[in-house]
């Protein structure tokens, strides 16, 4: 069987080195130290994106669970509704492209086709009424 003994720490029990109760008045912490002054060439080499990824200590594990798989559903949900939205345009596109031109271009030539028949038929009347005989006997005199 073992047997325990307690041996003594007699560096423990010792004064140690340092101002006594008389010299206490005197220490003046208030002043500023090398040892306390902040570097800021640190401060420059830390990014934002550093910082944000320092604050997820500060968020509880379930919480920040609850937020990824909030932000992951929101992802999914995003990433589906552009590629349905993307396809739908594809085909609407498509399809006003493959009919609605080639309707357009027809349209427009029987626009240019009855504007040029209408141009003929007031060419032909205008002919009809020069090459009438006697055109001229029916018209009174302006006052």
Same mark, same amino acid.
């Given at each position: 069987?073992?047997?325990?003994?307690?041996?003594?720490?007699?560096?423990?029990?010792?004064?140690?080195?340092?101002?006594?109760?008389? !010299?206490? !008045?005197?220490?003046?912490?208030?002043?500023?130290?090398?040892?306390?002054?902040? !570097? !800021?060439?640190?401060?420059?080499?830390?990014?934002?994106?550093?910082?944000?990824?320092?604050l997820?200590?500060?968020?509880?594990?379930?919480?920040?669970?609850?937020?990824?798989?909030?932000?992951?559903?929101?992802?999914?949900?995003?990433?589906?509704?552009?590629?349905?939205?993307?396809?739908?345009?594809?085909?609407?596109?498509?399809?006003?492209?493959?009919?609605?031109?080639?309707?357009?271009?027809?349209?427009?030539?029987?626009?240019?086709?009855q504007?040029?028949?209408?141009?003929?038929?007031?060419?032909?009347?205008?002919?009809?009424?020069?090459?009438?005989?006697?055109?001229?006997?029916?018209a009174?005199?302006?006052?």
């Amino acid at each position: 069987m073992v047997q325990l003994e307690e041996v003594p720490d007699d560096e423990l029990n010792a004064e140690q080195p340092g101002p006594t109760k008389e !010299d206490e !008045d005197e220490w003046d912490t208030d002043t500023e130290s090398e040892v306390s002054e902040v !570097d !800021d060439d640190d401060a420059l080499d830390e990014t934002f994106l550093d910082r944000v990824a320092a604050l997820k200590d500060i968020v509880p594990p379930t919480y920040r669970k609850k937020l990824s798989n909030a932000s992951s559903t929101g992802y999914g949900w995003a990433a589906k509704a552009l590629g349905m939205g993307g396809k739908t345009l594809w085909v609407v596109s498509t399809s006003a492209l493959l009919l609605g031109v080639p309707w357009a271009l027809a349209f427009s030539e029987e626009q240019q086709v009855q504007e040029m028949e209408r141009e003929m038929r007031m060419q032909q009347s205008a002919n009809e009424l020069l090459t009438q005989p006697g055109g001229q006997q029916g018209a009174k005199p302006a006052l």
